[in-house]
């Protein structure tokens, strides 16, 4: 038995591309050394904003964000609480504001909706604001979602379009036509999609592809419910704090700040420095943020190029093989990132440029 | 405070006491920490100031072992609540093991850390109630919590009490209720008649153990207060408060329902391994040690090097064994520092080593008989509450496992559970016995991923006072 | 005005001077160091709170369950690891 396509990593990217490619007719098998979302894609803030995506992604962030928002309707009910919300980018410092001011000039000039606004009309949008905030960036059409409920929205969608879903079953490597070795034997397929994150790298390396990856350790700070603090999405002109309150009172505080880990022990630490850090970041942009107590600090490993854009497309050389992944913030638009890369595994045109890896390979080939 | 610490010794129970103290006196540099005001644990746990308490075989033990730590000249920081532990392997790949590094606040609530070249876990045990209907009622409170409302605070639970679970510690909380005056409604062990007759031949190794529980069964029987044996309860009820309990046999019959303002209910003690998974230290599941254990070697090392585990924590054995386990790890962690010579140390070591031994074992058998029972976790009926912080009922639980949830981090994601302020430890034993009933055991089920903070820390204790420069925010995302 | 001497306080200790303590703005008295949540229990405020999904109570008495949360000039402690002192301002959670 042969599938038409095996892809390997179940996060939002992988999942996102079986669904499509499956529900066009193709006998799928999705493959994942864990369980569903549990890596990045289940780790991550859910932060849904286009004033943290790079310029060059909004086109695509955009599409996702209505993807997440209205995911019961095409993923068979399952949801992630996506929310729709404003979303403001605080500059606190001169230099910040410059940036701020630049950078929402970019992103508004690849079809983000964001205008400067003034520190009074920022505390409008968000009292919960510190008056400390110079100017915001104001994106009106911002939100987030609560990563954690991925997987389990995926899951019943995959089924039911009939991948067949295969967690806790590591890939060991890939021979030619391809045939997979897995923790469940062998399996062969007609096509191969590599979705690993992080161990993209690794992965590609499986087909004597040199694919450099560098691997972010993201630290996510969580406080207990709290009295309702603030009511939009927010962060600052360096992209370095990500702030949000869910509808259960919890706050998620992110942003991008490193802890300890790698790809062969995952996060292993939080670095109380890094921990500090960002904390402190979130309660100056939000003073309220003080009376809560922090639950939980967690980690989470991203992918990231050389040119800190995406890895999405054809492998190279190797016919019949692709590749998607290491998005930075990829959450935000990974939805959409797989459907328009099923497009082009099918044979159509994708309705957006795909992010081709050539670009990318190291110069000498791995042995 | 930038030296660094030979030991440092977590939690000052009797573990942890006798640690400090064999490590002081032997001149090494150790620091103990307790989120008490005064050390003593739980079992030796000491009233407030000012509170002075008829003296009792326990009072007497306790102040022994602290009279001792004082005179050792071992560090003190009491009233800390450590956030935070890193260093030992949790470092960057290809860096050697740093230092052991705790994090805190301090009895006053302003941030401190402290470095270690060793570092020994007493955290001791917490309490596993298995949720029944009604079990969040206010008035509904552990057995290990009665003992500490009466031996450290001086306090009755209720004045109709019903007293509920299994082991020694039900009938000696039962006793010392009548002795200061509460009415006993009813004793419920789960534990039946040729369960105790079992365990007697291992309890004889402890016949002052053995003696004092006599005495409590004698009492009770003088009082005529109830003991259903073999059962359990199958409800509490009232309004807002507790006014009630319902009571049934194991294998099933009639239910009685008798009226109470308290009920003292307590499934068997687990482990405290929340820093030892941090490290990410090996753990070894042993029903017969309250569960999952840290995995060590006959001196208490663990599988990380440098971090040492003794006292209940590193597995029950009952608070006879715990001053033994702390010395013999103690011992240990000097020898590897190179502060005491192997011959010195086995000489030191061995009398310890027979202490332990011995009292070990009267502690296993009661270990056994506060094991889990799965009977209990199969009766939660589905709209009964199991995770109480986040509200997951048991049939959420079910949706969950059912939707494909196979593991302990994904249960927490698809459902929540063990996701609020406790992390797990109200809600983690039955959590994880539901999902070892579908993938073939609790060492299968596993458990969540440890992580900081080992308990909430305020906010603004954590951040102090701070300039908006001295955050290093570090280069900015790429646009 | 709910008197110290409570039922529940075993006779035959020696305690210090009681202090007057208010919660939800009812004066209570509790000898000064006593344990937030065993005052509350001997003043017979059992009820300490509601959670998302249950009241809250005391459970655990040793700072683990984060079932005794209460408000102590309106911040949020656990009562079974807060002494009483005079004074002080409790409020459910």
């Avoid at chain 2, 990410?280 to 663990?302: M, Q």
Wanted: proline residues 7%; charged residues 20%.
């Amino acid at each position: 038995m042969k599938y038409d396509v095996a892809v390997i990593g179940a996060g939002v990217m992988g999942c996102s591309t079986a669904l499509h490619l499956a529900r066009a007719g193709m006998k799928v098998v999705l493959l994942d050394r864990g369980p569903i979302c549990r890596e990045a894609s289940g780790v991550n803030a859910g932060t849904l904003t286009m004033q943290m995506t790079r310029a060059a992604l909004i086109p695509y962030a955009l599409r996702a964000y209505d993807m997440w928002l209205r995911m019961a309707e095409w993923c068979d009910g399952g949801h992630v609480l996506a929310t729709a919300c404003p979303g403001l980018s605080v500059a606190f410092t001169e230099q910040e504001a410059a940036m701020l001011e630049e950078r929402a000039r970019i992103r508004a000039a690849a079809g983000a909706p964001i205008k400067i606004v003034s520190t009074a009309r920022a505390r409008e949008i968000e009292p919960g604001l510190s008056p400390q905030a110079l100017l915001a960036g104001h994106c009106p059409m911002d939100g987030f979602a609560s990563a954690y409920l991925t997987g389990r929205a995926f899951r019943p969608a995959l089924l039911n379009a009939g991948v067949d879903l295969r967690e806790d079953c590591a890939v060991q490597g890939v021979d030619a036509g391809f045939t997979l070795d897995t923790a469940a034997g062998r399996m062969d397929a007609r096509r191969l999609v590599l979705a690993g994150g992080v161990w993209l790298g690794e992965m590609a390396g499986w087909l004597g592809v040199p694919l450099p990856i560098k691997t972010l350790i993201n630290q996510l700070v969580v406080t207990e419910r709290m009295e309702p603090v603030m009511r939009t999405v927010l962060g600052v002109a360096s992209g370095l704090l990500s702030l949000k309150q869910y509808a259960n009172g919890t706050v998620l505080i992110g942003g991008g700040w490193q802890g300890i880990g790698d790809n062969t022990r995952g996060g292993i630490a939080v670095k109380p420095e890094s921990f500090l850090g960002n904390v402190r970041l979130a309660a100056h942009a939000v003073p309220a943020l003080r009376e809560a107590r922090v639950v939980r600090a967690w980690l989470g490993l991203e992918a990231e190029t050389a040119d800190a854009l995406p890895a999405i497309g054809p492998i190279p050389g190797v016919a019949d093989a692709w590749i998607i992944g290491s998005v930075h913030s990829g959450y935000t638009s990974g939805p959409y990132m797989g459907r328009i890369l099923a497009q082009a595994i099918l044979g159509e045109a994708p309705e957006l440029p795909l992010f081709p890896i050539d670009r990318l390979l190291a110069k000498e080939k791995a042995a | 405070m930038t030296a660094i610490w030979d030991i440092a010794v977590l939690g000052a129970g009797p573990a942890g006491m006798a640690a400090a103290t064999e490590a002081a006196q032997r001149g090494a540099k150790v620091v103990l920490l307790e989120e008490s005001p005064a050390p003593g644990g739980q079992v030796y746990r000491a009233p407030p100031p000012g509170f002075v308490m008829p003296a009792d075989a326990d009072r007497r033990a306790g102040d022994g072992l602290r009279a001792a730590l004082a005179a050792s000249g071992a560090a003190q920081r009491l009233g800390v609540r450590i956030w935070g532990v890193g260093g030992g392997p949790l470092v960057p790949a290809g860096e050697a093991p740093a230092p052991f590094r705790l994090d805190g606040l301090d009895a006053e609530g302003r941030p401190f850390d402290l470095t270690a070249r060793a570092l020994l876990l007493c955290t001791g045990t917490q309490e596993r109630i298995i949720p029944f209907p009604g079990w969040t009622l206010p008035g509904v409170m552990g057995l290990a919590a009665a003992t500490i409302l009466f031996k450290a605070q001086g306090m009755l639970p209720g004045r109709r009490v019903v007293v509920a679970g299994a082991g020694p510690l039900l009938y000696a909380v039962a006793a010392k209720l009548l002795k200061h005056g509460a009415a006993v409604a009813a004793v419920v062990d789960l534990a039946s008649h040729g369960e105790w007759l079992r365990a007697l031949p291992a309890l004889s190794a402890r016949p002052d153990l053995l003696a004092r529980g006599a005495a409590w069964r004698a009492q009770l029987l003088l009082k005529g207060v109830p003991v259903h044996a073999g059962a359990r309860i199958t409800a509490a009820e009232g309004d807002a408060v507790l006014e009630a309990v319902r009571v049934q046999k194991l294998q099933g019959g009639p239910e009685r329902r008798i009226e109470a303002d308290s009920l003292c209910i307590g499934h068997g003690l687990v482990p405290a391994i929340e820093a030892s998974r941090a490290f990410r230290a090996r753990h070894r599941y042993e029903p017969g040690l309250g569960g999952w254990v840290p995995a060590l070697d006959a001196e208490f090392r663990s599988t990380v090097p440098g971090l040492l585990v003794a006292g209940d924590g590193a597995g029950l054995r009952g608070a006879a064994a715990a001053p033994a386990s702390g010395r013999i790890a103690a011992l240990a962690a000097l020898r590897d520092l190179g502060l005491m010579s192997s011959a010195t140390h086995a000489v030191a070591s061995a009398p310890h080593r027979r202490d332990f031994a011995q009292a070990a074992r009267a502690g296993g058998a009661m270990a056994a008989m506060m094991a889990l029972r799965p009977a209990l976790v199969a009766a939660i009926p589905p709209e009964t509450l199991v995770c109480r912080c986040e509200g997951v009922t048991r049939a959420a639980i079910d949706a969950a496992l059912d939707e494909g949830a196979l593991s302990m981090n994904q249960l927490k994601q698809f459902s929540r559970c063990g996701m609020g302020p406790c992390q797990g430890r109200l809600c983690g034993e039955a959590a994880a016995e539901l999902l070892a009933r579908r993938v073939g055991g609790r060492e299968a089920a596993g458990f969540a991923t440890g992580r900081l903070p080992l308990r909430p820390v305020p906010m603004d204790a954590l951040l102090g006072e701070f300039d908006y420069a001295d955050i290093p925010v570090p280069a900015a995302a790429p646009i | 005005m709910v008197r110290g001497t409570s039922p529940l306080r075993i006779p035959g200790i020696i305690r210090p001077a009681e202090i007057s303590l208010t919660f939800e703005g009812q004066t209570l008295r509790a000898p000064e160091g006593e344990s937030l949540a065993a005052a509350l229990l001997a003043a017979g405020k059992r009820h300490l709170g509601d959670g998302p999904h249950a009241p809250r109570g005391l459970v655990c008495m040793m700072g683990v369950c984060q079932q005794c949360l209460v408000r102590v000039e309106g911040r949020l402690v656990q009562a079974c690891l807060t002494p009483v002192r005079e004074g002080m301002r409790v409020s459910a959670a």
